[in-house]
């Protein structure tokens, strides 16, 4: 290999220095909202990181959260170009986001949600009434009675109490009594009177976008448990790096309803429905693998590329976390490439026998069905330690001989820049491989048929640490 440049390699202390400087002064210069954001960041708080899952806490940040979340409706960007109509959940008076916000809580926390319906006559049309629903979470109140479904001349209208448009309110809450991932969605609105609308639909509003994430950490006391870690479960086997935990909420719109909705009025069959778009974390790729809160996406604030390390038994012997969430009407197969994940969890209960034996499995496409969550665990081994000393046992094609992806760093060693034909650009920052991941339902990863769009996402692995990494 002619050309090749070797890893830039400088001190940890000297590498963490520089790192934090420039994130201060990134964050000054509010550059962290922009494609260059330094890596890796994942401060578990919202604002502050480029990639990986971003929580909402408790605005006290104490124990026993209270969220306020607000219905509102906006428009968020797709892959083909276009725009759609979507409602979501945003916290407090914050504006329009889609989808909600994560919802970080503690095991045995009471968890407090005051549901805002800030719907009108002017936004939304149709000025439904909304509610939520959490499953997975026992002894649910709403308004200090047991959250049920409600019922409207004796037509079931709602799955809970709901809150009325024009700022009607309703208080849930619950013990989030066991650790994992859950949703949190719409259970559609009652009607006061009359029939049950289309607008007013858990169905609809669901579709809609009324769908968030719902994360409880686990806080017992168990063999092996190291003070401080990340663990997905009550369990030592599922503990992670938390600095690579990564949300993939999946998703789905059909343009039809969402314009529908917009319009505000007449019917809609759903027996004709048909999702035309597929998304992660509210997004479609390209914008999937831009940075959170990316300044283009005013209301898409979750991004879903996945930064991690290769394991090292020293250095970065946890693995990382995916956190599966499906609100779609159809099976999901998501397959990350060229990786097993380690299946922990699904549904928000570990995967373990009656004697609390690891049932675990390892699995390559990861089937996510409608209102499943999975939890899976994964790492990226560089088994055989390719580099310019211990080369690639193959001969490269002769340069001209190559067509080169805007993500190739020159070189096929992890790390490692080299020469680029003439006229070849590259997005490669510092010898990183990027690995795709997508549904493998492949109609799926286009926007009404624009190809190659859609719930892709990729894997980005940067060489061990310290490395030169941007
Ligand atoms: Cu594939």
Redesign the pocket.
């Known amino acids: 290999m002619s050309g090749v440049t070797t890893m830039r390699l400088v001190t940890s202390s000297r590498a963490r220095a520089g790192l934090a400087l420039w994130v201060s002064s990134a964050l000054a210069a509010g550059l962290l909202l922009s494609g260059a954001a330094a890596r890796p960041i994942h401060a578990a708080a919202e604002g502050t990181n480029a990639s990986g899952l971003v929580c909402t806490s408790d605005a006290a940040g104490g124990t026993n959260p209270t969220f306020n979340l607000t219905t509102r409706a906006g428009y968020i960007n797709l892959a083909d170009g276009t725009t759609a109509y979507t409602w979501g959940y945003s916290e407090g008076s914050k504006p329009f986001q889609h989808p909600g916000p994560v919802l970080c809580v503690n095991e045995g926390d009471t968890v407090t949600v005051i549901l805002h319906n800030a719907f009108t006559s002017t936004s939304p049309k149709s000025a439904p009434a909304v509610s939520m629903v959490f499953p997975g979470q026992e002894g649910v109140t709403a308004d200090g009675v047991p959250s049920q479904p409600q019922m409207t001349g004796g037509v079931m209208t709602s799955l809970a109490q709901a809150a009325q448009p024009n700022g009607g309110t309703v208080t849930y809450q619950f013990t989030a009594a066991s650790p994992g991932t859950f949703l949190y969605e719409s259970g559609g609105g009652q009607v006061t009177s009359g029939t049950p609308s289309l607008y007013s639909s858990p169905q609809v509003q669901v579709r809609m976008g009324l769908f968030g994430a719902l994360i409880v950490r686990p806080t017992q006391a168990f063999p092996g448990r190291v003070s401080g870690a990340a663990y997905i479960y009550d369990r030592a086997d599922s503990q992670f790096n938390p600095d690579t935990e990564f949300l993939l909420l999946l998703s789905e719109i059909d343009p039809y309803l969402n314009a529908k909705v917009l319009k505000g009025t007449g019917a809609f069959n759903m027996n004709t429905y048909h999702p035309r778009y597929w998304l992660i974390n509210g997004r479609q790729f390209p914008d999937s693998i831009a940075d959170n809160f990316a300044t283009w996406l005013p209301s898409q604030p979750y991004g879903s590329l996945a930064p991690i390390h290769p394991y090292d038994a020293t250095t970065n012997p946890l693995p990382a976390a995916d956190r599966y969430l499906s609100v779609g009407t159809v099976d999901y197969p998501f ?1 990350p ?1 060229g990786n097993n994940g380690k299946v922990i969890g699904r549904d928000g209960t570990p995967l373990a026998g009656p004697g609390g034996e690891d049932m675990g499995f390892d699995k390559f496409a990861v089937n996510v069905g409608p209102g499943q969550t999975w939890d899976v665990l994964f790492n990226w081994k560089d088994d055989e330690g390719y580099s310019p000393s211990n080369e690639v046992p193959a001969t490269e094609p002769d340069l001209q001989n190559l067509t080169i992806g805007m993500f190739y760093s020159g070189s096929p060693y992890l790390g490692v820049q080299a020469d680029l034909p003439p006229g070849v650009q590259t997005l490669n920052e510092c010898g990183e491989f990027y690995i ?1 991941a ?1 549904n ?1 339902a492949l109609f799926q990863i286009t926007s009404w048929g624009v190809n190659m769009t859609g719930p892709i996402t990729y894997t980005r692995v940067d060489p061990p640490l310290p490395n030169s990494c941007p």
């Open positions: 397959h490439h795709i997508h493998h």
